[in-house]
């Protein structure tokens, strides 16, 4: 009698996890390559930047993060900026992403700022880093961490 409840109770958790994946496909979309379209909706997270603008000395900031990706490669991103020299700024700011297929997406913006990360959870959690080649760049480190909001 035990096997025949634990059979029936495992072709219903298969059938169960069928439907799932038909009535949500976003839990399904592990084979699906990551590309522009993994970023969409609304993200929210922190980051911590250190930098050294010219003739002044380092300064800490801790932001808090709203960014906005469309899945066609725009985002927007509004930043609270708390920093050790010149205190609070609000800073918002427009660009552009593109996510390659193995979840490396590469940030854009009009300002000299840009930026990297890696993306987990199908585009639910970004990692991102900052880089330059420009030596004059005053970004020392820059490091975060930002979720999709449902």
Request: net charge negative.
């Amino acid at each position: 009698m035990a096997i025949i409840v634990r059979r029936s109770f495992l072709a219903v958790a298969v059938i169960g996890a069928a439907i799932a994946l038909i009535a949500f496909p976003r839990f399904a979309s592990a084979d699906r390559p990551l590309g522009d379209h993994s970023l969409n909706g609304t993200y929210k997270g922190v980051a911590v930047e250190i930098r050294q603008d010219p003739g002044s000395d380092v300064e800490y900031c801790h932001i808090l993060v709203t960014a906005v990706a469309d899945g066609r490669g725009n985002i927007s991103v509004d930043n609270i900026r708390k920093c050790s020299l010149t205190g609070t700024v609000h800073d918002v700011e427009t660009g552009t992403y593109s996510v390659s297929p193995d979840g490396v997406v590469v940030f854009a913006f009009g300002s000299p700022d840009g930026g990297k990360g890696i993306i987990g959870e199908k585009g639910d959690i970004v990692v991102v880093d900052n880089f330059s080649d420009d030596p004059g760049d005053p970004v020392l480190a820059f490091h975060g961490v930002v979720a999709r909001v449902f």
